[in-house]
């Protein structure tokens, strides 16, 4: 008898949130994307051997930034 926007406005509930969980048309399926492998990033060796490094005797209590700083000036 009365409209859905005069109905929603009564029960203080969202046109939008009545409209989404009342539609007639399915919810469009996105298709899946597939992560790119980025150009710069290390790879599983390189990984393993920065993680065997930083948690190394030598640096396990020191920040990542300050190790990277140490190696530089060491030539590694």
């Known amino acids: 008898m009365i409209g859905v926007r005069a109905a929603c406005r009564a029960t203080g509930r969202a046109q939008a949130s009545h409209d989404r969980r009342h539609r007639q048309t399915p919810v469009p399926v996105w298709p899946v994307r597939v ?42």
């Open 35 to 76: 992560r790119r492998v980025q150009p710069r990033a290390l790879s599983e060796a390189e990984r393993a051997t920065v993680r065997a490094l930083l948690s190394s005797p030598g640096f396990v209590d020191k920040a990542p930034a300050t190790i990277y700083h140490e190696l530089l000036d060491e030539g590694v």
